[in-house]
Nanobody, 120 residues
Framework: QVQLVESGGGLVQAGGSLRLSCAVS????????MGWYRQAPGKQRELVAT???????SYADSVKGRFTISRDNAKNAMYLQMNSLKPEDTGVYYC??????????????WGQGTQVSVSS
């Protein structure tokens, strides 16, 4: 069974950095688009950044120039390097991936979420 496993969250002061990781566990025949989302307390989940299987990236305006998304196709893993963190970056960060598993049906999978807290 395919799962997404996240790691790397934590507490950091404003201006600091964190690196999130997301790994695909289980048998995946193919992994297409991947992305990071976040949800702040009392707010809706929002898109942070995406990366295609070919490496094309896109970012929310609020994180452009500070966050960098990347992936390692050989490892079926994705990363989010977060620099110059701000208190408004606080929230639960989720990874999402479009995956073709053994069932041979493309589906979206979500990670369990990892908490990022930025203190001022």
């Amino acid at each position: 069974q395919v799962q997404l496993v996240e790691s790397g969250g934590g507490l950091v002061q404003a201006g600091g950095s964190l690196r999130l990781s997301c790994a695909v566990s289980g048998t995946a025949f193919s992994v297409s688009d991947m992305g990071w989302y976040r949800q702040a307390p009392g707010k809706q989940r929002e898109l942070v950044a995406t990366v295609s299987s070919g490496g094309a990236t896109s970012y929310a305006d609020s994180v452009k120039g500070r966050f960098t998304i990347s992936r390692d196709n050989a490892k079926n893993a994705m990363y989010l390097q977060m620099n110059s963190l701000k208190p408004e970056d606080t929230g639960v960060y989720y990874c999402k991936a479009h995956i073709l598993p053994m069932t041979r049906r493309w589906s979206d999978y979500w990670g369990q979420g990892t908490q990022v807290s930025v203190s001022s």
